[in-house]
């Protein structure tokens, strides 16, 4: 069975620009969540997306938004970057089957450098 | 108050030799798992062991072992016999039953010594 993947695996932007990443779950995994992991903050949970909708959310500004569709790939979306938002975004896939044994698993990462 | 704390920001061990990984955790739910990853330097979180709160036994995985003390609320990792393949971040991450949110703890890097 395929692993969870992440596209683009690097990206360089600018400040002000717009990013799109996009990630698809091992098949049959319904729930995707996204991480921020920086040096500095460690890493961070962003959002978490089931059945199409979010389920739950993380302490981030407005600018980070994320969508799931009905095949369960989803996407994330930072927009007006800033050179704080560089790091390395992991989005992780489970089933869930609303149990604590739920595993989450992870695909590579893309890292996102703003220049 | 921090769901999940590794205490050792840093650790060496002996190639062959066993190393303990610590992780404390914090909860009021009666259901929840704690799992171990691993992140090498490329980046991807691996999953490496699972510990359910209602297990009786301590979860085993090749090299790998939880010890898991519900009293204390610590699950520490141990990895038996250290491979220079083993020099990576480890995090802790628990799952609440009564939540979908994983929360990790800070990591511990782990380095190996030929």
């Known amino acids: 069975k395929a692993g969870v993947t992440q596209t683009p695996r690097y990206l360089i932007k600018t400040r002000g620009q717009q990013v799109t990443l996009s990630c698809s779950p091992i098949?049959?995994?319904?729930?995707v969540s996204w991480y921020q992991q920086t040096p500095g903050q460690g890493l961070q949970f962003l959002f978490e997306?089931?059945?199409?909708?979010?389920?739950n959310k993380g302490n981030f500004p407005g600018r980070f938004s994320g969508r799931q569709f009905s095949n369960s790939r989803s996407e994330m979306n930072v927009s007006t970057l800033e050179l704080g938002d560089s790091a390395l975004y992991l989005c992780?896939?489970?089933?869930?089957?609303?149990?604590?044994?739920?595993?989450?698993?992870f695909g590579p990462g893309t890292r996102l450098t703003v220049l | 108050a921090q769901k999940i704390t590794q205490t050792q920001p840093g650790m060496f061990v002996q190639e062959k030799e066993a190393v303990t990984l610590d992780c404390t955790y914090d909860?009021?739910?009666?259901?929840?798992?704690l799992f171990w990853y691993k992140q090498p330097s490329s980046g991807e979180m691996i999953f490496l062991i699972y510990?359910?709160?209602?297990?009786?036994q301590n979860a085993t995985e090749g090299r790998y072992s939880l010890n898991f003390q519900k009293a204390r609320k610590s699950a520490n990792l141990v990895i038996s016999a250290s491979q220079l393949g083993d020099s990576a971040m480890y995090f802790c991450?628990?799952?609440?039953?009564?939540?979908?949110?994983?929360?990790f703890g800070t990591g511990t890097s782990l380095t190996v010594i030929p």
């Open positions: 992780a896939s489970s089933l869930p089957s609303g149990k604590s044994t739920d595993t989450q698993y």
């Open positions: 098949s049959g995994h319904r729930s």
């Open positions: 997306y089931f059945s199409e909708t979010q389920r």
């Open positions: 909860t009021s739910d009666p259901s929840y798992g």
């Open positions: 510990q359910g709160s209602y297990d009786q």
């Open positions: 991450a628990m799952r609440e039953n009564t939540g979908n949110q994983f929360y």
